[in-house]
């Protein structure tokens, strides 16, 4: 069986004094590391880029390229720019350690030097820089797990949106993570019509995702074509009440009757719908009354709204991520500055109008990051 290989820290030593390399070499010799040597600061900087060495102890005065400068370019380099470095050096002032921490150096020995204090500090920062490794490694591997979680996320979303007669459609999906809980889905039904569900899992994050992935789940296998919003409300709340013991799940449900132009909508927490009624120039949010998110408890009834829309209507369908985005100063979004876009805006196309809306969002956040997911489904009329 082969031996297994123990990585060794490697320790790079920069004195342009043959003596001091010297004392360096034997005072670190019952460490366990290799050693390497440098005699001037060129020296240095080339093989630091080439072997990358888990510490570097750095003298300050040498000829030529002095240690500040040394370190200023060995952290200038992405190559180099984590490598602890320790200053060693004749130079006691206060102003010249600052200087020295202030281009990056971990820590400061003033010669000369006690081999017990040198041990110690080399020890310390060479476990500091191990855990380092250590959480930035597993820092990799986690990301690496949720860019997965997040691509088999988003196949599970429509990949294309549906063709519908009197009906232009568009969507923007946008998670504040890698991956999230909010989830949007189609179906045809019969007598042409369509159902729409936009749906919310509490929080983001992984944890999300699987409650969307189980929400999704649960939609697409309806045991019946899902035509009443009140119950596919109460079948998705039925179920997701076995599932969840500490969590829930919004949403809202829609069907549309493109000949009729009817739209009859069921909502479960989600905020109501906002219209924009073409005839009246006017926003506003749909008087659509709704219950308590479902996975809480069952439903004794379920309330369906019935809207008429017109043509050059709009109907909007979103996520409370939108509205409670937030600017640097914590003020959010709100439904009012949404009413507006969604009225002031002059659009050919449900993609150019949900495009504004997001610029206006995101200028609003002004570089404040989304704390939570953001879904919007915006239908217009013909």
């Known amino acids: 069986m082969p031996t297994q290989q123990i990585a060794v820290d490697t320790i790079l030593l920069v004195d342009d004094e043959p003596a001091n390399l010297q004392v360096l070499m034997e005072t670190l010799g019952g460490t366990d590391c290799k050693r390497l040597i440098a005699k001037n600061g060129e020296a240095a900087l080339s093989i630091a880029r080439k072997v990358i060495p888990e510490l570097i102890l750095l003298d300050i005065m040498m000829p030529g390229m002095d240690g500040f400068e040394v370190c200023r370019r060995l952290k200038s380099d992405p190559t180099t720019a984590d490598i602890p470095v320790i200053f ?13 921490f202030a281009l990056g ?23 500091i820089h191990r855990l380092n490794r250590e959480i930035q490694k597993r820092k990799d591997m986690l990301e690496q797990e949720l860019k997965i979680v997040s691509d088999l996320q988003r196949v599970l979303l429509p990949k294309d949106l549906p063709e519908i007669d009197a009906l232009q459609l568009a969507v923007h999906y946008e998670t ?12 045809a039904l019969p007598g042409n019509r369509w159902g729409f569900l936009l749906a919310d899992a509490a929080g983001h994050g992984a944890p999300a995702a699987v409650e969307m992935a189980m929400t999704c789940a649960l939609f697409r296998s309806c045991p019946t074509p899902p035509v009443e919003p009140d119950a596919l409300l109460s079948y998705l709340n039925q179920n997701l009440c076995q599932i969840y013991e500490s969590s829930f799940v919004t949403a809202v449900y829609a069907v549309f009757d ?7 909508i069921a909502r479960a927490g989600q905020p109501p719908p906002m219209i924009y009624q073409a005839s009246e120039n006017r926003a506003l949010e749909a008087e659509c009354e709704g219950v308590l998110p479902m996975g809480i408890g069952g439903y004794e009834r379920i309330p ?11 109907l909007l369908l979103y996520t409370d991520g939108v509205s409670e985005r937030f600017n640097p100063g914590g003020e959010p979004y709100g439904e009012a500055r949404l009413l507006d876009r969604l009225q002031i805006e002059k659009c050919t196309t449900p993609q150019q109008l949900l495009a504004l809306i997001m610029d206006d969002v995101n200028r609003f956040a002004d570089g404040r990051m989304a704390e939570d997911d953001q879904a919007l489904l915006l239908f217009m009329l013909d």
Do not use: M, W
């Open 304 to 314: 369906v709204t019935e809207l008429q829309l017109e043509p050059g209507d709009r």
């Open 105 to 127: 150096a971990v820590d400061y020995v003033t010669k000369p030097f006690q081999p017990e204090e040198v041990i110690a500090r080399v020890t310390t920062h060479l476990t």
């Open 88 to 100: 060693l050096s004749a130079l006691s002032a206060t102003e010249d350690k600052v200087k020295g």
């Open 176 to 187: 504040s993570l890698y991956s999230g809980g909010d989830y949007y889905d189609f179906v």
């Open 258 to 264: 493109p000949g009729a132009r009817r739209l009859n």
